[in-house]
């Protein structure tokens, strides 16, 4: 009986060691690489965003959730890297494997950061932008029902564009929400 347990220890010791030394393998060869654009890109959203509005984050994840920014973030980072055209099987394991890192490597809030700075709109990506696109302000020059209103054509802009009562019940929904959480 012992034996067995000897040779189950050994085989997930050896299964355990293999995942460990494949992530690691992976973070330095396709991730690793990366870090210093990303971090680019973080420390500019954090100048474009010193100071944003207070409902900026909690309408953002009213809107997306904070699991939907982290997938959208890993999404554009793997388009941008162009690790999408190999394949549906490697699409999903760097997928797994960058949202993982991503979620080790970087806090919440620099996620919310890159989600500021990658999102799109009409005429291109960041939420500053598409203030200053729409509304001819930047963004935390923005009344609540405009920042929301941005914020809710980042699903499918181009829908929510040609849709304008699409658009007006979404952004009474997201208000509806963030009422509901500003009130208790």
Same mark, same amino acid.
């Given at each position: #009986?012992?034996?067995?347990?000897?040779?189950l220890?050994?085989?997930?010791?050896?299964? !355990?060691?293999?995942?460990?030394?494949? =992530?690691?393998?992976?973070?330095?060869v396709?991730?690793?690489?990366?870090?210093?654009? !990303?971090?680019?890109?973080?420390?500019?959203?954090?100048?474009?965003?010193?100071?944003?509005?207070?409902?900026?984050?909690?309408?953002?994840?009213?809107?997306?959730?904070?699991?939907?920014?982290?997938?959208?973030?890993?999404?554009? =980072?793997?388009?941008?890297?162009? #690790?999408?055209?190999?394949?549906?099987?490697?699409?999903?394991?760097?997928?797994?494997?960058w949202?993982?890192?991503?979620?080790?490597?970087?806090?919440?809030?620099?996620?919310?950061?890159?989600?500021?700075?990658?999102?799109?709109?009409?005429?291109?990506?960041?939420?500053?932008?598409?203030?200053?696109?729409?509304?001819?302000?930047?963004?935390?020059?923005?009344?609540?029902k405009?920042?929301?209103? !941005? !914020?809710? #054509?980042?699903?499918?802009?181009?829908?929510?564009? #040609?849709n304008t009562?699409? =658009?007006?019940?979404?952004?009474?929904?997201?208000?509806?929400e963030?009422?509901?959480?500003?009130?208790?």
């Amino acid at each position: #009986m012992k034996k067995k347990y000897k040779i189950l220890y050994t085989v997930l010791s050896i299964t !355990i060691f293999s995942i460990i030394l494949s =992530l690691y393998y992976y973070y330095t060869v396709f991730f690793k690489t990366h870090l210093v654009d !990303i971090n680019n890109c973080i420390s500019t959203s954090n100048n474009i965003y010193k100071d944003p509005p207070s409902e900026l984050f909690d309408i953002a994840i009213i809107a997306e959730g904070y699991r939907g920014i982290r997938h959208f973030v890993v999404k554009t =980072l793997l388009y941008k890297y162009e #690790m999408c055209n190999q394949g549906m099987l490697k699409w999903h394991l760097h997928n797994f494997c960058w949202d993982l890192l991503i979620k080790i490597h970087f806090s919440s809030n620099e996620v919310f950061l890159l989600w500021c700075y990658f999102v799109p709109y009409s005429e291109g990506v960041g939420l500053n932008n598409a203030a200053n696109y729409f509304f001819d302000r930047d963004l935390n020059q923005l009344e609540l029902k405009e920042i929301v209103t !941005i !914020i809710a #054509m980042v699903k499918s802009p181009s829908i929510y564009k #040609m849709n304008t009562e699409k =658009l007006h019940k979404r952004v009474d929904y997201l208000l509806g929400e963030y009422n509901k959480i500003t009130t208790k």
